[in-house]
C-alpha cells in the first residue's frame, strides 16, 4: 500500500516538538510554506519545516493536512535556519518561534497580498504650468522631484517626513500634478553621495565591501556625528548596485524619522520601512515586497530580521548598543546577536555601529572577532562637549535642580540657544541614598545595591537575597536617607517655574503616546531658538538637533549605582549619547553631570569624555566576576498567583539546575526587582557560567526535567538567555 506523503510543521503553541501531517495528493508543500491544521480542536496556521521525514508516530494517528495556504514557501532556508537555532539557543519553543517571525496578519492565516494587486505608486506628470499648491503639496512634488521615480503612499511619507493620506495624492492628481501608476517601476539607481567621504570614512566603506560575501562581522566604532551613517549608506549604495539587498536595523524607528527621510532620499523607491504605527496590510505589503526582492534596501526594528531577503548582501545594526535590540518577552532574543549568526548562515558582512560599543562588542574588536573600524573626528571639525560635575554634596537640589545647573541655563538661554534636561529613569529600582555624604546601601555578601521595597518595608538584594529592614537614616552621618525618585512631569514642573515664559518641550513616553505627536515635539525643538527640552534617554537618541548648548543630566547616580548588571554601563552610554546632541554647529556647549560621587572613577572618566578608558575599568570589573562578556549568564524566572508557590517552584528548580550544573554557579533563587507585577509574584534564579557549553547543558537538562514532570498550571517558567537585565 502506498503511504501518503507526510510533512513536519511547527504549530504556534509552547510545545518543543513538531508536528506530523498527512499531504493530500497533488504538488508536496516545501519548508517554509504555511498550511492549515487541525491541532487538537481547533484549526491552526502552521509552517512547513521538513518534508519527506519517517512518521515520529503511528501513521493510524497522523491527521491530514486540512489546506495549503502559500504556492510557495514564505520563509527561506536561512530564515528557518536562524529559527532554528534561536529556538534552540535561547530554549524556546520551536513553534513559537517559527511563527513569531511572520507578520501578525500572516500568522492568522491571511493570504499573500498579491504583487499584481500592488498599492498605486505614485508620479508626476510630465512638467506642465503647476495651478497655485499648497505647502504639503508642493513638497510632495518636491519629494517625487527629487527621487526621479513613482512611490508608493507609504514611500512618499518616508521621503518627506509627512504624515501622508491618500485623499492628498487623489487631489493632486485632479489637479493633474500627479497620476497613479500601477505597477512597481524598475528600481533608479542610488542617487550620488553627497558628500566627499573623510579618509576614515573612505576606509570603513572599503573594509566593508571587501568583505561583501563573506560572513564577517564589522565594528563601526565613532562620536555622535561622525558620519557613521554616511558610511552605512555608501556601503549600502556599493551592495545595491551589485544587486543585493540591504538590511538596516535600528532600535526604534518611530523615535528616527529623520533617519528614515535621509535612506529615503538616497535610495529612492527601493527602500521598504517596516514602522511599527504601519496598519497591518501595509505593514504586510512592505514586508513582501522586501521577501520579494522587490526593494533593496529594508528599514526596521529588532523583528525585520526576520524577514526573509533573497538578495541579503549586507546586514547593518545601527546604534548595536541600544538595549531595544532586546526582545524582554517571548523568545527574548538580542537581534545584533542573532544578526551575526544570520551573517553566518547566509555569508554576508554584519556591520555593527555605535558612538558608545557595548562592552561586548568592544572585547569581540579586541580580540578579533570583530574587524574594529573606527571614526576618529566630525567631518565639520566640531568637537564634542566637556563633560562637568555638579557635586550634589556640595549644591543641594531643590526638585533635582542644583544652582550651578540653572545658572548655567539661564546663560545658554541669554546666548540664544537651547537647554536639554536628562533625567535618567532607566532601570527603576529605588536605591537608598544619603544625599549629606553620598552613603549607598550596599548588600554585604554581594558586589551590589540594596533596592528599595517599599512596600514590605525591606532592602532587599537582588542577586543573593540578602534583606534588611529599611534605614531611616545615614549609618554615616545620622542625617535622614532618601528614596531617589523624580519623574519628568515634575521636573517640568519645577522648570517652567525658574524659566517663566521659556519654550519648554516634554519628551519622553508619556509626551507622545498619541501619533503625530512625537513629529509635532521634533519639529517644535527644531523651531524655537532658546528654549528648554525636558526628558527621558529619549532625547539622547539620534535627533539632530543644531542649537543645543547645554545637555544637564540630573541623576546619574540612580543608573551609575544602580544593582544591574549593564546599569553603569548604559548610563555612561546615555550620557555620551546625550553629550552628542550639542555642540553640532561651531560652539560645544558644554554638558553638566549631577552626581554625589564626581571624585568616583567612572565619573572621572566621564569628564575625561574618552569613552574607551571610561569603559576599561567596567571590563575589568566584568572579568574579575566572570561577568559578560567573559563569562555566560541565564536568568531562569518564575512567576505565579502567590509568593509562597512561586518561592516553591523556584527553589524546586534552583535544586534540579544545581544537580546538573557542570562548573556553572547558580545563584538564588532571589525575588525579582518587581518582585508583584499584575498579581503575579516572580522569582528568579542567575545562572553563571564560564563557558556557554556548560550553560547550555545545564539549561537544556533541567528544562527537560520541568518538562517531564511540569509544574502546576498557574505558574509559568521562563528562561532568558544573555539577559539584558538582572531586573
Ligand atoms: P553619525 O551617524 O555618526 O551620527 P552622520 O553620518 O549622521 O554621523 O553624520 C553627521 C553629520 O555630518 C551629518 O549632518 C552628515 O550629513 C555630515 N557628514 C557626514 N559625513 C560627512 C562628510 N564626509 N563630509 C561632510 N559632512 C558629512
Ligand atoms: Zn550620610
Ligand atoms: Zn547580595
Same mark, same amino acid.
Given at each position: 500500500?502506498? !503511504? ?66 502559500? =504556492? ?26 517559527? &511563527?513569531?517571525?511572520? =507578520? ?32 504639503? $503639496? ?12 513613482? &512611490? ?6 518616508? &521621503? ?27 528600481? *533608479? ?7 566627499? &567621504? ?58 528616527? *524619522? ?16 517596516? !514602522? ?50 532586546? $526582545? ?50 566630525? *567631518? ?8 562637568? +560635575? ?43 541614598? +544619603? ?168 565619573? $572621572? ?101 520541568? $518538562?517531564?514532570?511540569? *509544574? ?16
Amino acid at each position: 500500500m502506498r !503511504h501518503q506523503a507526510l510533512v513536519r510543521v511547527a504549530v504556534d503553541r509552547p510545545l518543543d516538538q513538531l508536528f506530523d501531517y498527512a499531504c493530500p495528493v497533488g504538488p508536496l508543500p516545501e519548508p517554509g510554506q504555511r498550511v492549515r491544521v487541525t491541532f487538537g480542536r481547533s484549526e491552526q496556521t502552521a509552517v512547513v519545516m521538513e518534508t519527506g521525514q519517517p512518521p515520529a508516530v503511528d501513521r493510524a494517528r497522523i491527521r491530514p493536512l486540512e489546506r495549503i495556504l502559500d =504556492p510557495g514557501p514564505i520563509l527561506s532556508g536561512p530564515i528557518l535556519e536562524l529559527l532554528r537555532f534561536a529556538s534552540r539557543y535561547y530554549h524556546h519553543p520551536i513553534g513559537e518561534t517559527v &511563527l513569531n517571525a511572520l =507578520p501578525p496578519a500572516l500568522r492568522k492565516g491571511a493570504p499573500l497580498p498579491s504583487p499584481a494587486a500592488a498599492e498605486p505608486q505614485w508620479r508626476l506628470r510630465p512638467a506642465q504650468a503647476h495651478p497655485r499648491l499648497g505647502p504639503r $503639496q508642493r513638497a510632495i512634488v518636491q519629494g517625487l522631484e527629487t527621487s526621479g521615480t513613482a &512611490l508608493a503612499l507609504h514611500a512618499l511619507a518616508d &521621503l518627506t517626513g509627512l504624515a501622508l493620506r491618500r485623499a492628498e495624492l487623489k487631489r493632486l492628481a485632479d489637479l493633474r500634478v500627479v497620476e497613479a501608476v500601477a505597477h512597481e517601476p524598475a528600481a *533608479p539607481p542610488s542617487a550620488s553621495p553627497p558628500v566627499a &567621504l573623510t579618509p576614515d570614512q573612505r576606509q570603513a566603506v572599503t573594509a566593508i565591501e571587501a568583505e561583501l560575501g563573506t560572513p564577517a562581522a564589522l565594528l563601526l566604532d565613532g562620536v555622535t556625528g561622525s558620519g557613521k551613517t554616511e558610511v552605512y549608506l555608501e556601503a549600502a549604495a556599493t551592495a545595491i548596485a551589485r544587486g543585493l539587498q540591504v538590511l538596516v536595523l535600528v532600535p526604534e524607528i518611530a523615535l528616527t *524619522p529623520q533617519l528614515v527621510r535621509r535612506v529615503s532620499q538616497r535610495f529612492p523607491g527601493q527602500v521598504a520601512a517596516l !514602522h511599527s504605527g504601519l496598519p497591518a496590510g501595509e505593514r504586510l505589503r512592505v514586508w513582501d515586497a522586501a521577501r520579494r526582492g522587490a526593494r533593496a534596501l529594508l528599514l526596521g526594528t529588532r523583528s525585520a530580521l526576520f524577514t526573509p531577503l533573497p538578495a541579503l548582501g549586507l546586514l547593518i545594526v545601527d546604534e548595536e548598543h541600544d538595549p531595544a535590540y532586546k $526582545q524582554q518577552d517571548g523568545l527574548r532574543y538580542h537581534a545584533r546577536d542573532l544578526a551575526i549568526m544570520r551573517g553566518h548562515i547566509e555569508s554576508v558582512p554584519v556591520v555593527l555601529g555605535s558612538a558608545t560599543p557595548t562592552l561586548e562588542s568592544l572585547a569581540k574588536a579586541r580580540d578579533g572577532h570583530y574587524r574594529h573600524l573606527p571614526l576618529g573626528t566630525r *567631518p565639520d571639525g566640531s568637537l564634542p562637549p566637556p563633560v562637568r +560635575c555638579v557635586d550634589t554634596r556640595v549644591h543641594r537640589t531643590d526638585e533635582g535642580l542644583t544652582t550651578p545647573l540653572l545658572d548655567a541655563m539661564r546663560t545658554t538661554l541669554a546666548g540664544g540657544r537651547q537647554c536639554f534636561v536628562l533625567l535618567n529613569r532607566r532601570g527603576f529600582a529605588r536605591v537608598l541614598a +544619603c544625599e549629606h555624604c553620598g552613603w549607598v546601601a550596599d548588600c554585604p555578601h554581594c558586589d551590589a545595591r540594596l533596592t528599595v521595597h517599599a512596600a514590605a518595608h525591606r532592602s532587599i538584594c537582588h542577586l543573593c537575597g540578602f534583606t534588611q529592614p529599611l534605614a531611616e537614616h545615614c549609618p554615616e552621618c545620622g542625617q535622614l536617607l532618601s528614596r531617589q525618585g523624580l519623574g519628568t512631569q515634575r521636573l517640568e514642573r519645577a522648570l517652567s517655574r525658574h524659566f517663566a515664559g521659556v519654550p519648554l518641550v516634554r519628551l519622553d513616553r508619556d509626551s507622545i503616546r498619541r501619533r503625530g505627536e512625537l513629529e509635532r515635539c521634533l519639529e517644535a525643538i527644531r523651531q524655537m531658538d532658546a528654549g528648554i527640552v525636558v526628558g527621558t534617554q529619549m532625547l539622547a537618541k539620534g535627533h539632530d538637533f543644531p542649537r543645543v548648548g547645554l545637555v544637564g543630566v540630573i541623576d546619574v547616580d540612580q543608573g551609575l549605582f544602580s544593582v544591574d548588571l549593564r546599569a553603569a554601563e548604559q548610563t555612561l552610554q546615555l550620557v555620551q549619547q546625550a553629550a552628542g546632541r550639542a555642540g553640532r554647529s561651531g560652539d560645544p556647549g558644554i554638558v553638566l553631570v549631577q552626581t554625589g560621587h564626581p571624585e568616583h572613577p567612572l565619573m $572621572q572618566a566621564l569628564q575625561r569624555g574618552d569613552y574607551a578608558s571610561m569603559v576599561a575599568p567596567l571590563l575589568a570589573e566584568r572579568r574579575a566576576a566572570g561577568m559578560p562578556p567573559f563569562g555566560f549568564l541565564a536568568l531562569v524566572r518564575v512567576d505565579g498567583p502567590s509568593a509562597e508557590s512561586s518561592a516553591r517552584q523556584a527553589e524546586e528548580i534552583a535544586r534540579q539546575l544545581r544537580r546538573h550544573a557542570r562548573g556553572v554557579r547558580v545563584l538564588g533563587p532571589a525575588p525579582a526587582p518587581r518582585h508583584r507585577v499584575n498579581r503575579r509574584y516572580r522569582e528568579q534564579i542567575l545562572l553563571a557560567s564560564p563557558t556557554r557549553k556548560a550553560l547550555h547543558q545545564t539549561l537544556a537538562v533541567a528544562r527537560d526535567g520541568w $518538562q517531564q514532570h511540569p *509544574p502546576p498550571r498557574n505558574l509559568r517558567v521562563s528562561i532568558d538567555v544573555d539577559p539584558a537585565t538582572l531586573a
